[in-house]
Nanobody, 120 residues
Framework: QVQLVESGGGLVQAGGSLRLSCAASTRTFSSLTMGWFRQAPGKEREFVAAISWSGRNTYYADSVKGRFTISRDNAKNTVYLQMNSLKPGDTAVYYC?????????????WGQGTQVTVSS
């Protein structure tokens, strides 16, 4: 079973940046598609971004296109989410997910989440 551990969340002012990391404990990381989701208070969890096993293909929700970048380092078993030009509406708990599809459907394994708070 894959285990995922997110880090990098915090409090940032609007317009600022954060980089989230997700470390995976599996020898098969380089064969996994990975993704990020987020859940704001009172809202359903929503797709943010996904990346293919090679890193060559990336996919984004319209709300974050041009501001967020997903990447991965297969040598470190880690996937990243670089978040720039943050807005208060980006405030949420961000979750790493193993097996996210290119259309934003979640796979079966989740991390514990990391809180991102953007102040206005």
């Amino acid at each position: 079973q894959v285990q995922l551990v997110e880090s990098g969340g915090g409090l940032v002012q609007a317009g600022g940046s954060l980089r989230l990391s997700c470390a995976a404990s599996t020898r098969t990381f380089s064969s996994l598609t990975m993704g990020w989701f987020r859940q704001a208070p009172g809202k359903e969890r929503e797709f943010v971004a996904a990346i293919s096993w090679s890193g060559r293909n990336t996919y984004y929700a319209d709300s974050v296109k041009g501001r967020f970048t997903i990447s991965r380092d297969n040598a470190k078993n880690t996937v990243y989410l670089q978040m720039n030009s943050l807005k208060p509406g980006d405030t949420a708990v961000y979750y790493c997910n193993e097996g996210t599809t290119s259309s934003g459907v979640a796979g079966g394994v989740w991390g514990q989440g990391t809180q991102v708070t953007v102040s206005s």
